[in-house]
Protein backbone atom coordinates (compact mmCIF):
# COMPACT_ATOMS: atom_id res chain seq x y z
CA UNK A 1 0.00 0.00 0.00
CA UNK A 2 1.59 3.25 -0.83
CA UNK A 3 1.77 5.87 1.50
CA UNK A 4 -0.95 8.07 -0.16
CA UNK A 5 -3.53 6.48 1.88
CA UNK A 6 -1.32 7.87 5.40
CA UNK A 7 -1.06 10.98 3.94
CA UNK A 8 -4.52 12.67 5.40
CA UNK A 9 -3.22 11.21 8.59
CA UNK A 10 0.39 13.00 8.69
CA UNK A 11 -1.60 15.78 6.97
CA UNK A 12 -3.84 16.31 9.83
CA UNK A 13 -0.76 15.30 12.26
CA UNK A 14 0.62 18.46 11.19
CA UNK A 15 -2.44 20.63 11.23
CA UNK A 16 -2.34 19.41 14.72
CA UNK A 17 0.30 21.33 15.31
CA UNK A 18 -1.70 24.62 15.60
CA UNK A 19 -2.90 24.08 18.76
CA UNK A 20 -1.87 26.72 21.57
CA UNK A 21 1.86 25.97 22.32
CA UNK A 22 2.76 29.15 24.96
CA UNK A 23 2.40 32.56 25.77
CA UNK A 24 3.41 35.70 24.44
CA UNK A 25 5.49 37.88 26.13
CA UNK A 26 5.57 41.65 26.73
CA UNK A 27 2.20 43.77 26.67
CA UNK A 28 0.10 41.21 25.66
CA UNK A 29 1.85 38.31 28.31
CA UNK A 30 0.01 35.01 29.22
CA UNK A 31 -1.95 35.33 25.89
CA UNK A 32 -2.25 32.12 24.35
CA UNK A 33 -0.25 31.77 20.95
CA UNK A 34 -0.61 28.77 17.64
CA UNK A 35 2.19 28.09 15.35
CA UNK A 36 1.83 28.73 11.71
CA UNK A 37 3.70 27.97 8.48
CA UNK A 38 2.76 30.83 5.93
CA UNK A 39 3.35 31.74 2.34
CA UNK A 40 0.80 34.53 1.23
CA UNK A 41 -0.60 33.67 -2.08
CA UNK A 42 -0.71 30.05 -1.75
CA UNK A 43 -3.19 27.18 -2.03
CA UNK A 44 -3.95 25.40 0.71
CA UNK A 45 -3.36 22.36 -1.15
CA UNK A 46 0.27 23.65 -2.00
CA UNK A 47 1.07 24.35 0.93
CA UNK A 48 -0.62 20.62 3.04
CA UNK A 49 1.60 19.31 0.03
CA UNK A 50 4.92 21.08 0.93
CA UNK A 51 4.49 20.60 4.43
CA UNK A 52 4.21 16.74 3.43
CA UNK A 53 6.97 16.50 1.15
CA UNK A 54 8.91 18.14 4.06
CA UNK A 55 7.76 16.06 6.81
CA UNK A 56 8.38 12.50 4.86
CA UNK A 57 12.07 14.17 3.40
CA UNK A 58 12.92 14.69 7.21
CA UNK A 59 12.12 11.29 7.82
CA UNK A 60 14.34 9.97 4.85
CA UNK A 61 11.21 9.13 2.38
CA UNK A 62 8.96 10.47 -0.07
CA UNK A 63 5.78 10.03 -1.53
CA UNK A 64 6.21 6.56 -2.80
CA UNK A 65 6.88 5.34 1.01
CA UNK A 66 4.49 2.35 2.35
CA UNK A 67 2.73 2.92 5.60
CA UNK A 68 5.25 0.60 7.64
CA UNK A 69 8.36 3.01 5.75
CA UNK A 70 6.65 5.65 7.13
CA UNK A 71 5.76 3.96 10.73
CA UNK A 72 9.21 2.31 10.76
CA UNK A 73 10.82 6.14 10.33
CA UNK A 74 8.75 8.27 12.17
CA UNK A 75 9.55 5.76 15.21
CA UNK A 76 13.18 5.63 14.52
CA UNK A 77 14.04 8.87 13.16
CA UNK A 78 14.13 12.00 16.35
CA UNK A 79 11.26 14.50 16.40
CA UNK A 80 13.92 16.93 16.62
CA UNK A 81 16.03 16.22 13.41
CA UNK A 82 12.46 15.86 11.46
CA UNK A 83 11.62 19.51 12.96
CA UNK A 84 14.86 21.00 12.38
CA UNK A 85 14.87 19.65 8.48
CA UNK A 86 11.10 20.49 8.27
CA UNK A 87 11.88 24.26 9.23
CA UNK A 88 14.62 23.89 6.83
CA UNK A 89 12.65 22.57 4.47
CA UNK A 90 10.09 24.75 4.06
CA UNK A 91 11.97 28.23 4.64
CA UNK A 92 13.96 26.98 1.05
CA UNK A 93 10.51 26.72 -0.66
CA UNK A 94 9.35 30.32 1.06
CA UNK A 95 7.37 29.69 4.12
CA UNK A 96 7.74 31.79 7.38
CA UNK A 97 6.88 29.98 10.32
CA UNK A 98 5.61 32.05 13.51
CA UNK A 99 3.43 32.13 15.96
CA UNK A 100 0.25 34.07 15.87
CA UNK A 101 -2.13 34.84 18.81
CA UNK A 102 -5.23 32.45 19.35
CA UNK A 103 -8.08 35.05 19.30
CA UNK A 104 -10.47 35.49 22.05
CA UNK A 105 -14.40 35.73 21.84
CA UNK A 106 -15.03 39.49 21.32
CA UNK A 107 -11.98 39.30 18.64
CA UNK A 108 -13.85 36.73 16.65
CA UNK A 109 -16.92 38.59 17.20
CA UNK A 110 -15.19 42.49 15.54
CA UNK A 111 -13.54 40.97 12.66
CA UNK A 112 -14.27 38.89 10.09
CA UNK A 113 -14.16 35.02 10.11
CA UNK A 114 -12.22 33.33 7.70
CA UNK A 115 -12.39 29.87 7.44
CA UNK A 116 -10.04 27.56 5.20
CA UNK A 117 -9.52 30.13 2.22
CA UNK A 118 -8.26 28.79 -0.76
CA UNK A 119 -5.05 31.12 -1.01
CA UNK A 120 -3.57 32.25 2.09
CA UNK A 121 -4.11 36.21 2.42
CA UNK A 122 -0.90 38.43 3.85
CA UNK A 123 0.37 37.24 7.01
CA UNK A 124 0.21 41.39 7.98
CA UNK A 125 -3.41 41.01 7.51
CA UNK A 126 -4.14 38.21 10.10
CA UNK A 127 -4.94 39.15 13.78
CA UNK A 128 -5.06 36.18 15.01
CA UNK A 129 -5.97 32.30 14.78
CA UNK A 130 -9.39 30.19 15.87
CA UNK A 131 -7.65 27.04 16.48
CA UNK A 132 -8.78 24.42 14.06
CA UNK A 133 -11.21 26.78 12.15
CA UNK A 134 -9.52 29.41 10.73
CA UNK A 135 -8.12 33.12 11.60
CA UNK A 136 -9.54 36.36 11.80
CA UNK A 137 -8.72 39.64 9.48
Do not use: H
Not at 25 to 32: D, I, L, S, V
Not at 46 to 60: F, K, V
Amino acid sequence: MRVFKALPILVFAVSACTVPTGTTTGPAANTPVAPVTWKEGTPRATRNYDITECELGGRGLDFSATEEQLAAATASVPQAQVATFVKRCLAARGYTQTELPVCTSSQVEQGTLQQLPEFLPPLSSVKCVVVGRGFVV
